[in-house]
Nanobody
Framework: QVRLVESGGGLVQSGGSLRLSCATRGLASSSYDMYDMAWYRQAPGEQRELVAAISRLGSVNYVDSVKGRFTISRDNAKNMVYLQMNSLKPEDTAVYFC??????????WGQGTQVTVSS
């Protein structure tokens, strides 16, 4: 069974940086590179929103509010996806979730990791 496990959240001051990691377990590396990966976030009282995505071919896209500050990357040999977050702002405070959808349409979510940016 596929499981996503996030890590790397925490408390940081405005302008600081954090790097989130997401490990995909229960999947052979030869299969992992067939999966598109994404990071979502959800702030209190808000809907979950897509922050960044990276396709199985390595193409990336970002929500406008994080362009130039966040970078998504993946290491297929390790079944890992990362989100490097720089120049963090208080409005980036949210629970961040790792997400993937299998080639057969099954959707998987991690448990989430809290990111808090103080002003």
């Amino acid at each position: 069974q596929v499981r996503l496990v996030e890590s790397g959240g925490g408390l940081v001051q405005s302008g600081g940086s954090l790097r989130l990691s997401c490990a995909t377990r229960g999947l052979a590396s030869s299969s992992y590179d067939m999966y598109d990966m994404a990071w979502y976030r959800q702030a209190p009282g808000e809907q979950r929103e897509l922050v960044a995505a990276i396709s199985r071919l390595g193409s990336v896209n970002y929500v406008d509010s994080v362009k130039g500050r966040f970078t998504i990357s993946r290491d297929n040999a390790k079944n890992m996806v990362y989100l490097q977050m720089n120049s963090l702002k208080p409005e980036d405070t949210a629970v961040y979730f790792c997400n993937t959808e299998s080639p057969f349409g099954a959707v998987y979510w991690g448990q989430g990791t809290q990111v808090t940016v103080s002003s």
